[in-house]
């Protein structure tokens, strides 16, 4: 009984470390961070807790930035399709993008 009650408690565990929550805007977001690796070279693929943006109390990781923007972002990681929000205009969309280290030639038409 006690070794079962350790399996899951193990599992339990490797499951809360393998997800990241970011705080966008005062928006929290969680995913894992296998989602974040797939597309390499970007500054959420580059997550460390080294990073100032990191807080060790909350365990979160905190950007000012546009939390509608990122719901998009987010959402390209995990789909692999970049849309275009219809309530944001299109330099305030390229800036964000540029500020995750993605590029405006991956959006969808």
């Known amino acids: 009984m006690n070794l ?3 399996e899951l408690q193990l599992k339990s565990e490797e499951q809360r470390e393998s997800r990241v929550i970011l705080n966008v805007g005062g928006v929290r977001h969680e995913t894992q961070k296998a ?3 797939k597309i390499p070279a970007t500054r959420l693929s580059k997550l460390t807790e080294a ?3 990191y ?5 979160e990781y905190f950007f000012d930035r546009h939390p509608g923007v990122f719901a998009q972002v ?3 990681y995990r789909t692999g399709k970049l849309h275009y929000p219809t309530d944001v205009c299109g330099p305030l969309f390229e800036e ?3 500020f995750w280290g993605l590029d405006s030639n991956q959006v969808e038409p």
């Open 35 to 37: 989602t974040l690796k």
């Open 74 to 76: 987010l959402n390209y």
């Open 51 to 53: 990073l100032i943006n």
């Open 55 to 59: 807080d060790a109390v909350t365990g």
């Open 96 to 98: 964000e993008l540029a």
């Open 4 to 6: 079962v009650r350790e």
